[in-house]
């Protein structure tokens, strides 16, 4: 979930050629619309989004009762604070990374959540 289209094609490409099948939203809504029609081992949300933002999405998505409530999160952040990572952790994401993305980082925090899920 990202809604700057630059990153949108900088994290598909990277994430496809990786070999991982990528679906790209916007907005908070859109996440939680395709999280209702998709199984998706992971999500990877940007903090600040319109309709609804990264944080208020996660807590959307842990609350729900559905059966994507525990579906892993990564927040992609421009806040790279201590405290900031309390607060994201706090809405249940998991994991995060703070922008501008380490892509080798980014890669190996997906397939780690991947494994994780796997195993």
């Given at each position: 979930a990202e809604d700057n289209?630059?990153?949108?094609?900088?994290f598909e490409t990277l994430l496809a050629t990786a070999g991982y099948?990528?679906?790209?939203v916007a907005d908070g809504q859109a996440v939680l619309d395709a999280l209702r029609q998709h199984r998706f081992d992971l999500v990877l949300m940007d903090g600040q989004m319109p309709v609804m933002g990264g944080m208020?999405?996660?807590?959307?998505?842990?609350?729900?009762?559905e059966a994507f409530a525990d579906v892993p999160i990564i927040a992609l952040t421009a806040n790279a604070l201590d405290r900031d990572e309390a607060e994201f952790r706090e809405a249940g994401m998991n994991d995060y990374l703070a922008k501008p993305v380490d892509l080798n980082r980014l890669l190996d925090k997906v397939e780690d959540w991947i494994d994780r899920g796997q195993s």
């Open positions: 289209a630059a990153n949108q094609r900088l099948e990528v679906e790209i208020e999405t996660a807590r959307a998505i842990r609350g729900s009762g």
